[in-house]
Structure formats: C-alpha cells, structure tokens
C-alpha cells in the first residue's frame, strides 16, 4: 500500500531537549516536504527536498533542520525545541512531475512544555 | 511570491444545503490549484486540482470548484452537504517553484 509513514505519532517533551521526527514514504517519489499546522494559519511549509541530498527552506524553517540521505526518509529535527514548535507536523511525498498531488502523511502532535 | 485567502473560517450548514467555499489567490504567473480535505483525526486528502484545461473540475464526493482566471478565485461547491462532509478546508497554490502555498482552512461543520 502506498503510503507516507511518520513516527512517533504523539510526543510530549521539553524545551531544549533535541528531537527527531521521522517521515518514509514507499512510492519512490522524488520531493518530500515538512508541514506545520496551527490553528487558524493553516499549513506552512517548514523544509522541502526536492531529491537526495537536496533540500531547501520553506516559508518558516527557524528551529528546524533536515536531511535527505536516501530518498524514501526524510526526517525533520528540532535540535533545541521551544513551546512556540508546539504543533501538528505533516510530512508529504510528491511524484517528481508537473502534475503532482501531495500524498501526506498521518500527522505528529508535539507539545513542547 | 504566492498567497492564498479563505475567506470563510467557519461554515455550518445544514444537511442537504448548497456550498460554496471562496478561495482567492495571488501569484501573476501560471499556478496549480487545489483543495485538501481533513477529515477529524485525519490527514490531509486531496478533493480536486487544476491544472490546466477547463475550468471547471470535479473532484471526489461531489465536489466540484471552478477557476476564474480574471478574479484569481477558485471556489469549491457541492450542490448538497452531508453530515461526512463535516471537515476541514484548505485551498492551495502551486507556483513557478516546487511550494505549495496553503490557505488558513474552512472548518465546514454539517447539522444532521
């Protein structure tokens, strides 16, 4: 089953406590991109890769790092978290053409205490 | 760069009525469309894009949105909500670049 696969699902932690949020997608696509949600704003773009090796800040990247050694994982770190990263966190996965659709994955629910 | 506007934060409608959600965007060159639905508890799903051709595209559900070039909209409709319409909304933008650009959502709650 195609999918994009995201772990953990729900995580409590404090500030300044390094973390990873991993996102794997088995449909071979070539771009992976990291979401936040917040009410009332929408989803905005943290980090997209547009292939291995390549990657690149979306609309608010502050806080966040990435990295795309193989192209099927692509995870998102917060290397010292801050309440203000509490959040839902939606990685997805787009074929690499000009038609693509966005197949998203289940969603992380961080709170940063 | 690109931007997208809903305009609507909160619908509620009862079961069998009309929809129509508004979604303008701002961008001067060619751009893909779409709209995502999330379920409660779930991910985002797509309902409908355009890309190019006619202007109007069904999607999924019944939905169907129409994009008018000249007012840079593209307002999602359904002519009759169910209750498991009840979701929330996100129109999106595609650019010349690779970003997606989300609207702020519609949460579209049904009354049985």
């Known amino acids: 089953e195609a999918q994009v696969t995201q772990n953990p699902r729900y995580l409590i932690t404090v500030t300044g406590k390094k973390l990873t949020v991993t996102c794997s997608q088995n449909m071979n696509h070539e771009y992976m991109s990291w979401y936040r949600q917040d009410p009332g704003l929408g989803l905005r773009q943290i980090y997209y890769?547009?292939?291995?090796?390549?990657?690149d800040k979306g609309d608010v990247p502050e806080g966040y790092k990435v990295s795309r050694k193989e192209k099927r994982n692509f995870p998102l770190i917060l290397e010292s978290p801050s309440p203000n990263q509490t959040s839902l966190y939606f990685c997805a996965s787009t074929v690499g053409d000009s038609t693509d659709t966005q197949y998203f994955g289940p969603g992380t629910r961080l709170t940063v205490l | 760069a690109q931007s997208v506007s809903q305009h609507n934060h909160h619908v509620i409608l009862s079961e069998a009525a009309s929809l129509e959600l508004g979604c303008n965007y701002s961008y001067g060159g060619t751009v893909n469309l779409f709209w995502y639905v999330q379920y409660p508890g779930q991910h985002l799903q797509l309902l409908l894009k355009?890309?190019?051709?006619?202007?109007l595209v069904k999607g999924i559900k019944g939905f169907e949105a129409e994009f008018i070039k000249s007012k840079f909209s593209f307002n999602l409709r359904k002519p009759s909500v169910q209750w498991s319409d009840t979701a929330e909304y996100f129109c999106?933008?595609?650019?010349?670049?690779?970003?997606?650009?989300f609207g702020s959502g519609t949460q579209l709650t049904v009354l049985p």
């Open positions: 999106a933008v595609r650019g010349s670049a690779r970003q997606l650009t």
């Open positions: 355009y890309f190019s051709g006619d202007p």
């Open positions: 890769s547009m292939n291995v090796e390549v990657t």
